[in-house]
C-alpha cells in the first residue's frame, strides 16, 4: 500500500516536472502544467483502467498540500499589505462585481437554455474556490460533484484563457489583472497570476478569499432572486 | 542540506496553520473553508508580528512555485464526470466559459474604474503619483 502510494506520488511529480519542462519552453497558456498534468494522469487513468479511489491512495498525499499552499499565499499578502490598503475599494467592488456578473450571467444563459434548477444552481458558485463553493452548493439545493467540475471549468478558462481576456478586454494595471484572475478563476487563476508579478498575486489571493466570504453571502441571494 | 530542512520545517509550520484553519472553521461554523481560515490568521499573525517573515518566508516561496502540482489529484476527479463533456453538457461548458470571460472582464474593469477613482480623490493625492505610474506600465 504504502509503495503504492509513494509510485503514484512519484509518477505525479514526475509527469509535473516533465510538463513544466515543455511549458517553460513553449510558453503557450494551454500548455500550463495544472492542465497539461491533469490530463496526462487523467489519459493514464482511463487508458489502464484505474479507478479514481485506487488513484488517490496516493493522490490524496499531493492533495493534503493544497491546503497549506493556499496558507502560503499568506506570504505574497503580507508583503504587499500597502498596496492591498490603498486599492481596498477597488478589491471590494471589483470582486463583487465580478461575483454578481458570472453568477447571473451563468444562471441567466443555464436556466434560458433549458437546464433544470438543479443544475442551474449548481454552477452559480463555480468562481469560488472548490471546498467553499461546494458547501454553497450543498446548501442551496444544488450537486456538489457537478460543482467541483464546474469550478475547474471556471478556472482553466481563466488560467488558459487569461492571457487573451486580458488583451481582448484591454485590462491594464496588475491590480485589475489580480483581481480579474482570482476572481474569476480563484485559486487555479492565482498560480497563473504568479507569472504577472507579486501585486498580481496578492490582488488574485486576495480577491480568491473576499469571493469565498462574499459569495457565501450573496449566493443564496441570488439563488432566491432566480427562484423565489 | 540545512536549507532543506528549514523549507520542509517551514512548510510543517504552514501545515499546522492549515490544520488551525480546519479546526477554527469547525468550532466556529465558518462558512469559508479551513485552507481560506489559515491564510487569514497566518497574515494577522503576520501583520501583529507575532509570526516573523522569516519563519515562513523559505516554505512559502518554495510551496508556491509548485503551486500547481498540488491541484493535479483533485482536479483528476473529474474523470468520475465525463460524462459532461458530451452532448447537453457542452453547451454547459460554453456557458461557464463564457460566464467566467464575463467575470473576470467585469472584476478587473470594475476595480482598475475604482482604483482610479481613489486615485483623483483630492485628499489622496500621494497615491495618485503611485497610482500614474502603476497605470503607465503596460502588460
Redesign the interface.
Known sequence: MVMLAAGIVLL??A??LMMSVIYRRYHLPFL???LT??AA??AI??WFKIP?DT??IG??W??????????????????Q?HVLV??L???L??????????MF??LL??AG?G?SKS?VLS?LP??I????AI?ISDSLGGDS??T???V???GF??AI??PY??K??R???????G???????H?????KA?E?GEQS?SMS?V?M?VC??VG??IGPLVAWLMYP | MKKIIIIIAQVILLYLFFQAGNFLQRLLHLPVSGSIVGLLLLFVLLLCRIVPLKWIEAGSVTIMSYLPLFFIPATAGIVNHLDIFSGKGLLLILILIISSVLTMAAAAHASQWLATLNGRHPGRSRWLGRRSIEKGKEI
Open positions: 505525479n511529480v509527469i509535473y500550463i502544467p495544472a498534468a491533469t494522469v487523467v487513468l482511463l479514481y488513484y488517490m493522490g490524496q499531493i492533495n493534503q498540500l493544497l491546503g497549506p499552499a493556499v496558507v502560503s499565499l499568506a506570504y505574497p499578502l503580507y508583503k499589505r490603498q486599492n475599494p477597488a478589491i467592488g471589483g470582486t463583487i462585481a465580478g461575483l454578481l456578473v458570472g450571467s451563468g444563459l443555464a437554455l437546464f443544475y454552477l463555480k468562481s474556490t472548490t471546498p467553499v458547501q460533484s457537478l467541483s467540475v464546474f475547474m471549468v471556471a478558462t481563466g484563457g487569461g481576456i486580458i481582448l478586454f485590462i491594464r494595471s496588475e491590480v485589475g489583472i483581481i480579474g484572475f482570482g476572481t474569476a478563476s485559486a487555479l487563476g492565482t498560480a504568479l504577472y498575486v489571493s480577491a478569499t469565498a466570504v457565501s453571502v
